[in-house]
C-alpha cells in the first residue's frame, strides 16, 4: 500500500475524536494528504449498520449478531473507501477499528479469540495498520470527562464493568503486537497529548 494505515482506539471518552480534529487540523496546515473516518460506518451501508448496531432498541441483540455486524461494516468501509484510499498514496486516520472489536465483542462480550480473529481478518480486506494510537484512559475517567453516557448508544450505556473489561481487553491485545501501538496517558491537556502524537507519528513515518 503507498499510504499510512493509523486507526485510533482507547475506551469511551478518552479523547479519540478531539485527537482526530486535531489531527485533521495538522494535515490541513502541513499539506498532508489525508482522510479522516470513524468505525462503525465511514460510508453509506456501514453508516446504516452502525445505526442498527448502537440503537438502545437493539437490546436484545445477540453478541454474535453484534460481532457479524461491526465486521460487516468493517469490510464494506474497507473495500469500498480505505483500500482506494491508501491504494492512492493517502494518509488514512480511522476513529476505531479491528481492536475495538477485539476488545468489545471478545474481551468484553466473550467471545473467543479465535473467532474474532478470523472475522477481523476476514473484514479488513487484506489491509494492513501501520500504526494504532492507543489512548491510555481507564473507563471511570473517559466517562466523566465526557459527562456520562450517551443515552443514544447502546454499546456505551453498558456498565462501568463491561467498560472495565474492554480496558482490560485493550491493555491484553498491546501485549501480544506491542510494536504496533504508540500508547498515550493523555493526562495533560489535550494540545499536550497532540503533540506527544505527532512527534510519535513523525517518528514512525507517518508524517
Ligand atoms: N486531554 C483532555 N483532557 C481533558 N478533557 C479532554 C481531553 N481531551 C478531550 N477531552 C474532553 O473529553 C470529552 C470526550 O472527548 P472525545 O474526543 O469525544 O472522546 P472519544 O471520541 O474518545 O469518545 C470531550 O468533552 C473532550 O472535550
Ligand atoms: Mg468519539
Given amino acids: 500500500m503507498k499510504g499510512k494505515f493509523v486507526t485510533i482506539e482507547g475506551c469511551e471518552g478518552v479523547g479519540k475524536s478531539t485527537q482526530l480534529r486535531l489531527l485533521k487540523e495538522y494535515c490541513e496546515t502541513h499539506g498532508i494528504n489525508a482522510m479522516f473516518t470513524r468505525e462503525p460506518g465511514g460510508c453509506v451501508i456501514s453508516e446504516k449498520i452502525r445505526g442498527v448496531i448502537l440503537d438502545p432498541q437493539n437490546a436484545d441483540m445477540s453478541d454474535m449478531t453484534e460481532l457479524l455486524l461491526y465486521c460487516a461494516a468493517r469490510s464494506q468501509h ?37 473467532t474474532v480473529e478470523a472475522l477481523n481478518r476476514a473484514a479488513m480486506c487484506g489491509v494492513k495498520i501501520d ?24 454499546l456505551e450505556c453498558e456498565t462501568l464493568e463491561f467498560h ?32 506527544q502524537i505527532v512527534e510519535a507519528l513523525s517518528s514512525r513515518g507517518v508524517f
Wanted: proline share 4%; charged share 35%.
Fill in 164 to 195: 472495565r473489561k474492554v480496558y482490560e481487553g485493550f491493555k491484553a491485545i498491546i501485549e501480544k503486537e506491542p510494536e504496533r501501538f504508540l500508547r498515550f496517558k493523555a493526562d495533560g491537556t489535550k494540545y499536550e497529548t497532540h503533540a
Fill in 78 to 114: 474497507t473495500e469500498t473507501v480505505i483500500k482506494p484510499a491508501l491504494e492512492n498514496g493517502v494518509t488514512v486516520f480511522c476513529d476505531r477499528y479491528s481492536d475495538s472489536t477485539a476488545a468489545y465483542q471478545g474481551y468484553a462480550r466473550g467471545i473467543d479469540a479465535i
Fill in 131 to 154: 500504526c494504532t494510537v492507543f489512548i491510555d484512559v481507564p473507563p471511570d475517567k473517559g466517562f466523566e470527562r465526557k459527562g456520562g453516557a450517551k443515552q443514544t448508544d447502546r
